[in-house]
């Protein structure tokens, strides 16, 4: 059950892009949410601050054709829409310039918390702080939120948390990696801390090796200009997959209070093995012809415009994690885009039994729990049991099921989107789930030598099929190792 309706003090929060696509899809209709379920207390309000030169009233009905195209069921309440439109303000704002600043200055409330959203392109970032310094908006009760990417290596990282840092204390940055708003994810930590039964097990002497699966349908759409300079290391592996490897291998933190908690994460970035080249494969999608099942679909380079382009859109790799925990337990990680499913998935495979008492005929078994973040959220755990019937002492594997919104049932209600939960914990200050600069820059520290092998080497991305799992590569990276990646399943 969902249960974070306590309501949260008054509040200022300013979208720096209140216009753009991430308040569109994400910001906007989160906020709304939260004040439908009676989360924001009276006198909280939300600024709109960008480019666009129009008014409040003009914002309003911007914010109102947003939240109605989201279909969200509330929103055809004109009531309810009508009392959030009453929190909404708006300022026509520069971040280079002076235009806006001592007008968006004087629409602050004294003594009340303060957030800045920077939802607009990263290399305004620092603009953005200091301006809010200039116009003494950098109070200590400020806070700012920080969109990915943050940095494009170790060495912008750095710069950016240096210039934050000029004006802002760490515990008033928020850097947002959005997996980690995601209720799936936060489950991760309680399956693991929540139960007795996992933690026992859960090293290097009965788990054989783990598998963290992040698989999209969809190509790069309108993103081909940003994603044809990240690739799929930069966009998802150094953040989202990285976070998972942090939650499903760290050390059990003392509390679950943020430094807590990300001093544990950190620990584990740092632990992990450079990665050998043998065990990295990249891919790019190949584009599907006229007539294939599905229909034509243009290949990764004509989508992002470039026809000699070298990015990857799917990446998977081996690493270990040097520690007394996981010495000897690989990790396999892969992400990748317009691949046959769309599923989060990580597949923690136990060791085989040291011996069996039922002869060879009863076969080599092994329990695997998998815990999926997206879609079906649930967990499996495969267990070993008699083979039903006379036929003797077989063994079979069978799934020990339980999808979430089954097992919660109706009770559950709606599963919160990740905005919803981050920002809120930004309008109470609970950093726990927003990345601490120094864990950006130690997840940089490990990526950089990769992407520079890479460059290096002149290395050019395997072509995949759309619809498939990938390169066959891939398979081979497993194959090799005498072990295989689990289905992607939707
Ligand atoms: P966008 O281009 O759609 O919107 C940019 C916004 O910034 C607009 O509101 C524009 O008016 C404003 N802006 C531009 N220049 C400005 C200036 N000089 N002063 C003040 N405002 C200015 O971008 P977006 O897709 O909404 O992305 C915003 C941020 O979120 C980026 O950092 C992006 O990397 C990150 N992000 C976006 C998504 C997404 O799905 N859109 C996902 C993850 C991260």
């Not at 759409?221 to 490897?245: F, T, V």
């Not at 679909?297 to 990015?311: A, D, F, I, M």
Request: aromatic share 8%; charged share 25%; proline share 6%.
């Amino acid at each position: 059950m969902y249960s974070g309706a306590i309501p949260v003090d008054p509040f200022d929060l300013v979208i720096f892009g209140g216009t753009g696509d991430l308040a569109r899809r994400k910001i906007l209709p989160a906020l709304f949410r939260r004040f439908c379920a009676g989360q924001f207390a009276e006198g909280a309000r939300i600024t709109g601050a960008a480019r666009a030169g129009m008014d409040a009233e003009g914002y309003r009905a911007f914010v109102a054709d947003v939240l109605r195209d989201t279909a969200d069921p509330q929103a055809g309440d004109d009531t309810m829409l009508g009392r959030f439109l009453g929190t909404v303000d708006y300022v026509a704002i520069d971040a280079t310039g002076e235009n806006g600043w001592a007008e968006l200055a004087a629409r602050m409330t004294e003594d009340r918390a303060r957030a800045f959203f920077f939802s607009v392109r990263p290399r305004l970032f620092g603009d953005l702080a200091e301006r809010l310094h200039q116009h003494g908006l950098a109070s200590d009760r400020a806070r700012i939120v920080v969109e990915k990417p943050f940095g494009h290596d170790l060495a912008s990282a750095r710069d950016l948390n240096a210039t934050l840092a000029t004006h802002f204390h760490e515990s008033q940055i928020f850097r947002i990696d959005h997996y980690l708003g995601k209720e799936t994810v936060q489950n991760l930590m309680a399956v693991r801390f929540g139960n007795m039964l996992f933690e026992p097990l859960w090293n290097s002497q009965y788990v054989d090796h783990i598998q963290i699966t992040v698989a999209e349908t969809v190509g790069v759409g309108g993103r081909g200009d940003y994603y044809d300079r990240a690739g799929a290391i930069r966009d998802m592996m150094q953040n989202h997959l990285m976070q998972l490897l942090c939650l499903i291998a760290m050390e059990p933190p003392a509390k679950f209070d943020p430094d807590a908690v990300r001093d544990e994460k950190l620990k584990v970035i740092r632990a992990l093995d450079p990665v050998q080249p043998h065990h990295i494969v990249r891919g790019q999608y190949n584009a599907r012809p006229e007539g294939a099942g599905g229909g034509a679909l243009p290949g990764y380079r004509e989508e992002v415009g470039n026809p000699r382009s070298k990015t990857e859109s799917y990446i998977a790799l081996r690493t270990h994690i040097s520690n007394w925990r996981w010495a000897g337990t690989p990790f396999y990680l892969r992400t990748g885009k317009r691949l046959v499913a769309r599923s989060s998935v990580i597949n923690v495979m136990f060791k085989e039994t040291p011996h069996s008492i039922f002869g060879q005929e009863a076969g080599r078994h092994a329990n695997l729990l998998s815990i999926r973040l997206q879609p079906n959220e649930g967990i499996t755990l495969q267990v070993t049991i008699k083979e039903p019937g006379p036929g003797g002492m077989r063994l079979i594997d069978v799934p020990l099921d339980m999808t979430f919104a089954e097992a919660l049932g109706p009770a559950s209600g709606r599963a919160p989107d990740a905005y919803e939960r981050l920002i809120v914990d930004v309008l109470r200050g609970n950093q726990t789930l927003f990345m601490r600069g120094d864990e950006v820059e130690a997840a940089w520290a490990w990526i950089d030598p990769i992407i520079a092998g890479w460059t290096s080497r002149g290395e050019v991305p395997k072509p995949y099929d759309i619809g498939s799992t990938g390169p066959s590569d891939a398979e081979q990276l497993m194959t090799r190792d005498d072990r295989k990646w689990r289905g992607i399943n939707p």
